[in-house]
C-alpha cells in the first residue's frame, strides 16, 4: 500500500471519485492473512513467491498488458478505472479475493467490480478471476526461488523483489527512458517531485544528479514550497514526478502546472491508467507490488540509477569533474567520518 495522507497536499488522489467519501487505508503489519473465495486463505507471506505485480503468462504478456487488450474499446468510468488499477498493481491479492475484498482495495462497492467484469464479457468476477490467475500465477512457483520456511518474511521479500525486477527487464520501455533522460539533458532545469514513500527514488535522482553537475533540485514539501519551485517552470524546463497508488494530489496537480508551464514533463509510475501519467508526455512504468501489504520501491530506485548512469554517460567528463568539485566541497564541510578507527572529522580534531 502506498503511505497515508500527509495534510490536504499529500493527500492521495482517486480521479473523478467525491472527495466527501470515508477514505480507507490498510495500515501495513509483518502478516496478513483473509479468506479468499473458495475457502483459498490469502496470506501474504506466500505472495513473496516469484509472482509480480506484472508476472507473465509464459508469453511475455505482463497482467498490464493482459488488462489493456481485454480493455480496449471498452469504456470505463472513474470507479471502474479503480477497479483495474488495483488489478494492475496487486494482482497476487486479486487472483484469490473476493469481489467485495477487492472492492475495499479499490474503495468501491462490491457490484462495481462485478459489473467492471462483466463489462469485459466475464459472467461475473469469478470469470475474470480466473482468466487473471492465469496469466498471473502459471509461473509463479519457481523451485529456485527461497520459500518462507527458509528465511520467512525477508526471504518473500528478497523474492518479490529480484521477480520483479526480472519482470522489468522483460517489460520496461526503454525508448521512454531515453526520453526522460534526453528531456533531463536538455533542459534548463529540473524539477523532481515526490511525497511520502515515493521520494526514496526521487531524492537518489535528485541528489547523484546534481552532484553531478546537472541543474536538477527536489522537492518533496508540498504546500508553498512546492508552489514556489512551480512557479519558476516554463519552456525548456523539465518535471520529473515519482508517484505510485496511491497517489498524491500534490504529485499530480505538479504535474498539470508544469505542463501547463510548458516543460517536458516525466512520470514513474507503476501504472499507465494512474492520474499522474494522464498529466506527462514521458510515462515510465515499473512493478511495486512489495510483500506484507507494503509497497516496494526497490525496482523504482533501480530505474533512478539506471537514469543516473544514462545521464552522466552523455558527458562523461563533464560528470567527473563535477563529482570532483562536490567531493571537494563535501571535504571542505567535513561530511564524513573518518576511516581510521579513533579519529574523527579531520584526523581527530586538528
Same mark, same amino acid.
Given at each position: 500500500? %502506498? =503511505? &497515508?495522507?500527509? !495534510? @490536504?497536499?499529500?493527500?492521495?488522489?482517486?480521479?473523478?471519485?467525491?472527495?466527501?467519501?470515508?477514505?480507507?487505508?490498510?495500515?501495513?503489519?509483518?502478516?496478513?492473512?483473509?479468506?479468499?473465495?473458495?475457502?483459498?486463505?490469502?496470506?501474504?507471506?506466500?505472495?513473496? %513467491? =516469484? &509472482?509480480?505485480? !506484472? @508476472?507473465?503468462?509464459?508469453?511475455?504478456?505482463?497482467v498490464a498488458a493482459w488488462l489493456d487488450g481485454v480493455t480496449a474499446g471498452v469504456p470505463l468510468g472513474p470507479k471502474a478505472a479503480l477497479v483495474r488499477q488495483v488489478l494492475a498493481t496487486q494482482p497476487t491479492y486479486c487472483s484469490y479475493a473476493t469481489a467485495a475484498e477487492v472492492?475495499?482495495?479499490?474503495?468501491?462497492?462490491?457490484?462495481?467490480?462485478?459489473?467492471?467484469?462483466?463489462?469485459?464479457?466475464?459472467p461475473g468476477w469469478p470469470g475474470l478471476q480466473e482468466e487473471l490467475r492465469a496469466v498471473y500465477l502459471t509461473r509463479r512457483f519457481d523451485p529456485g526461488a527461497p520459500s518462507a520456511d527458509d528465511g520467512g518474511l525477508l526471504a518473500s521479500s528478497f523474492a518479490r523483489d529480484a521477480q520483479n525486477l526480472r519482470t522489468l527487464e522483460r517489460?520496461?520501455?526503454?525508448?521512454?527512458?531515453?526520453g526522460v533522460v534526453r528531456a533531463v539533458r536538455e533542459a534548463r532545469r529540473t524539477l523532481v517531485v515526490a511525497s511520502g514513500t515515493h521520494g526514496v527514488p526521487a531524492q537518489a535522482l535528485a541528489m547523484v544528479a546534481a552532484?553531478?553537475?546537472?541543474?536538477?533540485?527536489?522537492?518533496?514539501?508540498?504546500?508553498?514550497?512546492?508552489?514556489?519551485?512551480?512557479?519558476?517552470?516554463?519552456?525548456?524546463d523539465c518535471l520529473v514526478a515519482w508517484s505510485f497508488w496511491q497517489h498524491y494530489r500534490s504529485t499530480t496537480a505538479a504535474l498539470r502546472v508544469a505542463r501547463t508551464a510548458g516543460a517536458v514533463t516525466c512520470v514513474i509510475t507503476d501504472t499507465r491508467h494512474s492520474p499522474p501519467a494522464r498529466e506527462a508526455r514521458h510515462v515510465l512504468v515499473v512493478p511495486t507490488e512489495g510483500v506484507a501489504n507494503i509497497q516496494s520501491?526497490?525496482?523504482?530506485?533501480?530505474?533512478?540509477?539506471?537514469?543516473?548512469?544514462?545521464?552522466?554517460?552523455?558527458?562523461?567528463?563533464?560528470?567527473?569533474q563535477a563529482a570532483r568539485r562536490v567531493s571537494g566541497v563535501w571535504r571542505e564541510l567535513d561530511l564524513f567520518a573518518d576511516d581510521a578507527t579513533g579519529t574523527g572529522g579531520r584526523g581527530g580534531g586538528d
Amino acid at each position: 500500500m %502506498g =503511505p &497515508g495522507p500527509a !495534510g @490536504d497536499a499529500g493527500r492521495p488522489v482517486h480521479d473523478g471519485e467525491d472527495d466527501n467519501r470515508t477514505w480507507i487505508f490498510i495500515q501495513p503489519s509483518m502478516h496478513e492473512s483473509v479468506q479468499g473465495e473458495n475457502g483459498a486463505v490469502i496470506d501474504d507471506r506466500d505472495e513473496g %513467491g =516469484p &509472482g509480480t505485480g !506484472g @508476472d507473465t503468462d509464459g508469453g511475455g504478456a505482463t497482467v498490464a498488458a493482459w488488462l489493456d487488450g481485454v480493455t480496449a474499446g471498452v469504456p470505463l468510468g472513474p470507479k471502474a478505472a479503480l477497479v483495474r488499477q488495483v488489478l494492475a498493481t496487486q494482482p497476487t491479492y486479486c487472483s484469490y479475493a473476493t469481489a467485495a475484498e477487492v472492492a475495499v482495495r479499490a474503495e468501491v462497492n462490491r457490484a462495481t467490480v462485478v459489473r467492471f467484469a462483466q463489462s469485459l464479457g466475464y459472467p461475473g468476477w469469478p470469470g475474470l478471476q480466473e482468466e487473471l490467475r492465469a496469466v498471473y500465477l502459471t509461473r509463479r512457483f519457481d523451485p529456485g526461488a527461497p520459500s518462507a520456511d527458509d528465511g520467512g518474511l525477508l526471504a518473500s521479500s528478497f523474492a518479490r523483489d529480484a521477480q520483479n525486477l526480472r519482470t522489468l527487464e522483460r517489460s520496461f520501455d526503454f525508448g521512454a527512458a531515453r526520453g526522460v533522460v534526453r528531456a533531463v539533458r536538455e533542459a534548463r532545469r529540473t524539477l523532481v517531485v515526490a511525497s511520502g514513500t515515493h521520494g526514496v527514488p526521487a531524492q537518489a535522482l535528485a541528489m547523484v544528479a546534481a552532484s553531478r553537475g546537472l541543474p536538477v533540485t527536489y522537492e518533496d514539501r508540498g504546500g508553498p514550497h512546492l508552489a514556489n519551485s512551480l512557479a519558476g517552470l516554463g519552456a525548456g524546463d523539465c518535471l520529473v514526478a515519482w508517484s505510485f497508488w496511491q497517489h498524491y494530489r500534490s504529485t499530480t496537480a505538479a504535474l498539470r502546472v508544469a505542463r501547463t508551464a510548458g516543460a517536458v514533463t516525466c512520470v514513474i509510475t507503476d501504472t499507465r491508467h494512474s492520474p499522474p501519467a494522464r498529466e506527462a508526455r514521458h510515462v515510465l512504468v515499473v512493478p511495486t507490488e512489495g510483500v506484507a501489504n507494503i509497497q516496494s520501491m526497490t525496482v523504482a530506485t533501480s530505474v533512478a540509477y539506471g537514469l543516473l548512469a544514462e545521464l552522466t554517460a552523455t558527458d562523461p567528463a563533464a560528470s567527473r569533474q563535477a563529482a570532483r568539485r562536490v567531493s571537494g566541497v563535501w571535504r571542505e564541510l567535513d561530511l564524513f567520518a573518518d576511516d581510521a578507527t579513533g579519529t574523527g572529522g579531520r584526523g581527530g580534531g586538528d
